[in-house]
Each structure stands twice: as structure tokens, then as C-alpha cells.
T-cell receptor, first 114, second 115 residues
Framework: ETGVTQTPRHLVMGMTNKKSLKCEQH?????MYWYKQSAKKPLELMFV???????ENNSVPSRFSPECPNSSHLFLHLHTLQPEDSALYLC?????????????FGPGTRLLVL | AQSVAQPEDQVNVAEGNPLTVKCTYS??????LFWYVQYPNRGLQFLLK??????LVKGSYGFEAEFNKSQTSFHLKKPSALVSDSALYFC?????????????FGSGTQLTVLP
């Protein structure tokens, strides 16, 4: 797990706050991902950044805003969140081998929106 | 379109007994299948994957999975369960007809190994 790190590990925020989640990968990968993990639901892919493309899940609300300044860092900016956004947010990275590539995950940020 | 089903939310097994965690999939093209494990308050850890070739894939911690094309299944197995195997297990699939980055996960199976 030390290959992909996430900070903070826990975050409590009010609905009017603005905060950011940070992800850093030390694996030399060229693609990074944000997933949302809610209880009893499959992992939901939110965003993908790679050299070839940026992919957004159209169902993700605009109150989530990703930023990828380079291939090692990925941010998720949060503003005016809702209580239903409380979840575990997972970052992942992969090295582009196309269809065969494996994604490696960070430990996640547990977010609670009050 | 691709989808994954993990039909069991919970699997209980006694320590030392063999374990099976089930996964079935649906894809348009050729499937690429993955198993991940998640321990409490941790991220997902990669266990193994099937790309092509031998239908029996061996992975980390003594786990293996069998790809069955006719039954569209990719069940995770271990000959002798350990208490430390207790965790949440996710099956995932990608096919070659869509985005190479799109990985679809099942809803997870909670494995409990009883001492």
C-alpha cells in the first residue's frame, strides 16, 4: 500500500466547507483514478487521468472537481458537499499496458459530511 | 457493457477448510478478470488476474481462481482458510470492447473464517 498514499486518511466537513483530498503514487505509473466506495455498493469510478485521456463519470456531481498536475499527483477538490457524499474515497494508479493493466489502490480517505 | 455479480454478501468458513468466493461476469468482448481484497480501514489489494492462457490462475497469499468461459465465472478459491483471510473480497472485470481503463467491480463478499 505504500506505493499509493492518500491524505488525509479521515476528514469531517460541513456542507459549506471547501476541502481537498490528495493522492500521490510512487510507482512510476501513468494513469490515476478516483473511486467512491459507499456501504453495500460496488465501487464507483469517478475520474480517470492518463496521458491519453481524461474520463469523467457523467453521474458525478460538479461539487467534485479533480486536478492532476502531473503523473504522480491527483487531487479531488470538494465544495458544498451533501451528507450522501459521505463515503470512502479511493485513489488508484496503473501503468498503461492497455487492457491487461492492474490498478493499485491507496488506503482511502474516509469522508464524513455533516 | 460489462457487469459483475457476486451472489453472496457473506461467506463463513471454518479455519483449515477450503473456501470459495463466487463471481460471475457479463461482457461484450473478451473478459479480463481481477480479484482484490480489502481489510478493514484499508484500500483494495490486488490478489490475482486472468488475462489469457491457463484457466487456473495463482495469486498472492495462496489464493487461486478458476476461469470458466462456458459458465462465465471466475470463482476465488483457497485450499485451507486462515483466520487472517477474513476480509472483503471484490471481483472486477474489463473487456476489450470498451475503454481500456474502465474496470467494473462487484458489490463485494465478506469472508469470515472462524477459528
Amino acid at each position: 500500500e505504500t506505493g499509493v498514499t492518500q491524505t488525509p486518511r479521515h476528514l469531517v466537513m460541513g456542507m459549506t466547507n471547501k476541502k481537498s483530498l490528495k493522492c500521490e503514487q510512487h510507482l512510476g505509473h501513468n494513469a490515476m483514478y478516483w473511486y467512491k466506495q459507499s456501504a453495500k455498493k460496488p465501487l464507483e469510478l469517478m475520474f480517470v487521468y492518463s496521458l491519453e485521456e481524461r474520463v469523467e463519470n457523467n453521474s458525478v456531481p460538479s461539487r467534485f472537481s479533480p486536478e492532476c498536475p502531473n503523473s504522480s499527483h491527483l487531487f479531488l477538490h470538494l465544495h458544498t458537499l451533501q451528507p450522501e457524499d459521505s463515503a470512502l474515497y479511493l485513489c488508484a494508479s496503473s501503468q498503461g499496458q492497455g487492457i491487461q493493466e492492474t490498478q493499485y489502490f491507496g488506503p482511502g480517505t474516509r469522508l464524513l459530511v455533516l | 457493457a460489462q457487469s459483475v455479480a457476486q451472489p453472496e454478501d457473506q461467506v463463513n468458513v471454518a479455519e483449515g477448510n477450503p473456501l470459495t468466493v463466487k463471481c460471475t461476469y457479463s461482457v461484450s468482448g473478451n473478459p479480463y478478470l481481477f480479484w482484490y481484497v480489502q481489510y478493514p480501514n484499508r484500500g483494495l489489494q490486488f490478489l490475482l488476474k486472468y488475462i489469457t492462457g491457463d484457466n487456473l490462475v495463482k495469486g498472492s497469499y495462496g489464493f487461486e481462481a478458476e476461469f470458466n468461459k462456458s459458465q462465465t465465472s471466475f470463482h476465488l478459491k483457497k485450499p485451507s482458510a486462515l483466520v487472517s483471510d477474513s476480509a472483503l473480497y471484490f471481483c472486477a472485470v474489463r473487456d476489450d470492447s470498451g475503454s481500456a481503463r474502465q474496470l467494473t467491480f462487484g458489490s463485494g463478499t465478506q469472508l469470515t473464517v472462524l477459528p
